[in-house]
């Protein structure tokens, strides 16, 4: 049974830094593309940064230069480094596992329950 398991989410300041951790129970995790999303209240949930099984990554334009994303194979771990959060990154932030690198939450077969984030001013 496949199981994501998000950590790390908190109250952070304007300005803050956060290090999201996604731990998956998937037994092939170095051949699956992970991928993180978030849904603010009243909001469609909405594709934030994506790592492929090679490596390469992909953000979405509101967090590009502000938020990383890496994997550990071993731990079989995918983490979210958010550094100069603002408000509006304010959301439930999920972890998703795919076959392929993609921002389409619909070609993710596995999630998270999700980890809250939320930035104060």
């Known amino acids: 049974q496949v199981q994501l398991v998000e950590s790390g989410g908190g109250l952070v300041q304007v300005g803050g830094s956060l290090r999201l951790s996604c731990a998956a129970s998937i037994r092939t995790f170095s051949s699956v593309a992970m991928g993180w999303f978030r849904q603010a209240p009243g909001k469609e949930r909405e594709f934030v940064a994506a790592?492929?099984?090679?490596?390469?990554?992909y953000y979405a334009d509101s967090v590009e230069g502000r938020f990383t994303i890496s994997r550990d194979n071993g731990k079989k771990t995918v983490d979210l480094q958010m550094n100069s959060l603002k408000v509006e990154d304010t959301a439930v932030y999920y972890c998703?596992?795919?076959?392929?690198?993609?921002?389409?939450?619909?070609?993710?077969?596995?999630w998270g329950q999700g980890t809250q984030v939320t930035v104060s001013s």
């Open positions: 998703a596992a795919a076959r392929g690198i993609t921002d389409y939450s619909g070609n993710y077969d596995y």
């Open positions: 790592i492929s099984r090679s490596y390469i990554t």
